[in-house]
């Protein structure tokens, strides 16, 4: 008996050690091994990897090897040789290593692949050698382990737009993916709809991607901060419907040879709202993300108290940090202030417009009566403007929507009393016809000064073409021509009817007063810098003003026919930027000036945005995550952010 245990046991032992010899490592199959498995039907009985438990010690894990066989389940491995995990060639899905045996397998290939049940092995060998060839290329391309990692995808990718659009987080799953199970469902079939199932789209989830992509956009912007030379801010302030005081900030920086412009932080201020408390939340986003001080060369703001105090002011403090930085004062807030000032008794022609419209648009009954009348006679609108002092166009389109229906409300505020009686006036209709026309010519000044595009010099011509225009006009008031305010030549015409003294003195004076008042805001510049403008032009007299450096690389610049032609086809601060490298001198004198923000036009943007998403419905929203991706102009990369996740699809 002792003797055929042992004969038993060496028997025994020979076979495990057989056994374990025919256990290859995982490898590819060769082109021969590919052949001679075409001809094998799927039905083809698989080795079996053994385990062996050993009496008296541990049963270990066993991991399970592959075999070039299982291609004709379409899989292929990935991993390494110790622990190999079958990898779909066909969905790119990644299975456990416990799932490396062929009955797993084909239930994976009949489940998910009907469709390819026909197929040869020669089709698969072919997905399995593009896969491999993808995945040498981009390695994050076939991370994704199927279905779970699509239906993330569209979560993140459905999440950005929820972010864009500035809707609440609740709405991707309280109608986006409903209504996508609907479309899927009538459109492809309930399989469709199933998989539009599995896409995560709660509140929370929403919210978790939009933070994670904002932080990714972040990333990407202050890498970029890093590699610019120079860059420009541009703050302002303004409390939510919470009354909470919230900072916003823009950067103008140098990136791939360009100037570019992004959102770069909208902090709350827990306190005061000082100029302290404005540079300690700039300064701790600025020393946190290791951006250099030095680097900055502007700081734009709206020329509160608070940001240009002398002392204590937000631009005091940062120049104690960046002594190259240069303070601007918003160009259209300037403007604003320049065309306040106004003769008396057009300051009183409209105070008395107001009212007229306050009356109408002050209670709802006068409203809705007011549109019905319009719609009876036919009028182009059917609604007055209320004027609001803060916001810029206002004056200009309340005149002029009220002097084009001023027979409209005459026949509203029949026997009105005062205010009646001055629609009947010629003297007070022919100033609101000018002030209709003047403040309209202001606006489109304003609109010329906002934009992503706008530099000093742009501010300058602007300017200088309007002074250049009222001087011009004062001119022709002086000749009674007034073909330069189109509203008032018409209603002269109209009227057949001409201007008393008067009011053509206190036209002029008007003008001259604009004219005096934008000189005053707007000083032209204290250093000729013409050869930035136009370095192709006299360029003598330019370069005595440079250093003999600085001389010879604006002599070589002018020289140059293709950077002539360039000159022409892009704006002047990319055309600065791409001439870094090869004349860092020059170039940096020259986007020294044009980097600085002429204007906080960007932060009146994200205020408009941030009333939109912080209601009174969602008044305690973290808002910045939001903000960032509708103001950004760059991209999450969402691949990037999918390698560090775990893809679990929507239950």
């Not at 002398?310 to 807030?333: D, E, F, M, N, Q």
Request: hydrophobic content about 35%; aromatic content about 8%; some cysteine.
């Amino acid at each position: 008996m002792d003797r055929w245990l042992n004969q038993r046991g060496v028997k025994r032992k020979d076979q495990a050690s057989t056994e374990s010899s025919k256990t290859t490592a995982p490898q590819r199959p060769t082109e021969a091994g590919t052949e001679d498995t075409e001809s094998r039907p799927l039905a083809t009985t698989f080795p079996q990897t053994t385990e062996l438990a050993h009496r008296g010690k541990p049963c270990e894990k066993v991991k399970r090897k592959y075999h070039n066989e299982y291609i004709h389940f379409g899989f292929s491995w990935t991993g390494d040789l110790e622990d190999p995990r079958p990898h779909c060639v066909l969905c790119y899905e990644i299975l456990a290593n416990e799932a490396m045996k062929p009955s797993k397998l084909k239930r994976h290939f009949e489940s998910k692949h009907k469709d390819c049940t026909d197929k040869p092995v020669s089709f698969f060998a072919r997905k399995r050698d593009e896969l491999e060839r993808h995945m040498s290329k981009n390695t994050s391309l076939f991370f994704m382990p199927g279905e779970n990692a699509k239906a993330t995808e569209a979560s993140y990718k459905v999440s950005l737009l929820i972010a864009k659009t500035g809707k609440p987080h609740s709405i991707g799953e309280t109608l986006i993916k409903p209504a996508a199970e609907v479309m899927a469902n009538v459109m492809l079939g309930k399989k469709a709809s199933d998989d539009m199932h599995k896409v995560p789209l709660s509140n929370d989830t929403v919210q978790r991607r939009i933070t994670s992509m904002s932080e990714n956009v972040q990333e990407q912007l202050i890498t970029r901060l890093h590699q610019s030379p120079f860059f420009s801010l541009q703050l302002d302030e303004s409390t939510d419907i919470g009354n909470e005081a919230n900072l916003l900030c823009f950067v103008r920086y140098i990136h791939a040879r360009s100037v570019d412009e992004d959102f770069l932080f909208c902090k709350s201020l827990p306190t005061n709202t000082t100029g302290e408390a404005f540079f300690d939340a700039l300064n701790a986003f600025i020393v946190h993300n290791n951006i250099d001080w030095k680097c900055c060369v502007g700081v734009c703001t709206d020329g509160a108290t608070a940001m240009t105090a002398k002392y204590k002011g937000l631009v005091t403090r940062v120049r104690t940090v960046a002594p190259s930085a240069v303070s601007t004062h918003c160009c259209i807030h300037r403007e604003q202030l320049a065309v306040k000032k106004m003769p008396s008794c057009l300051k009183t022609v409209l105070d008395e417009a107001v009212k007229i419209v306050n009356s109408i648009k002050g209670k709802a009954l006068n409203s809705r009566l007011f549109k019905v009348l319009c719609e009876e006679m036919g009028s182009e609108h059917t609604k007055l403007l209320f004027h609001t002092e803060v916001r810029w166009l206002s004056r200009g389109t309340v005149l002029s929507r009220l002097f084009e229906l001023r027979d409209e409300v005459k026949l509203f505020l029949h026997q009105a009393g005062e205010l009646y009686d001055r629609l009947h006036d010629f003297m007070w209709l022919s100033k609101l016809a000018y002030l209709a026309d003047i403040f309209s010519t202001l606006n489109t000044i304003n609109l010329a000064l906002q934009g992503k595009a706008v530099t000093v010099f742009t501010v300058q011509d602007k300017i200088k073409g309007a002074r250049t225009k009222l001087k011009l006009w004062c001119a022709r008031i002086d000749r009674r021509e007034f073909d330069c305010f189109p509203t008032l030549a018409d209603f002269l015409l109209e009227t057949e009817e001409t201007l008393g003294d008067d009011t053509v003195t206190a036209i002029k004076e008007h003008l001259q007063g604009l004219h005096m008042q934008l000189g005053k805001y707007f000083p032209e510049l204290d250093v000729d810098f013409e050869w930035i403008r136009n370095p192709f032009g006299d360029i003598i007299e330019q370069c005595t003003k440079l250093s003999i450096q600085e001389g010879n690389s604006l002599v070589d610049i002018a020289s140059d026919g293709g950077l002539k032609m360039s000159f022409k086809q892009q704006p002047l601060t990319d055309f600065w930027a791409q001439l870094l490298p090869e004349h860092p001198k020059l170039a940096e004198s020259a986007l020294k000036v044009l980097m600085p923000f002429p204007t906080t036009y960007n932060c009146e943007v994200g205020f408009s945005t941030l009333v939109g998403l912080k209601t009174k419905q969602r008044n305690r929203l973290n808002v910045e995550p939001s903000m960032r991706l509708k103001l950004s102009s760059l991209e999450p990369d969402i691949q990037k952010l999918m390698c560090d996740k775990q893809h679990h699809s929507s239950h």
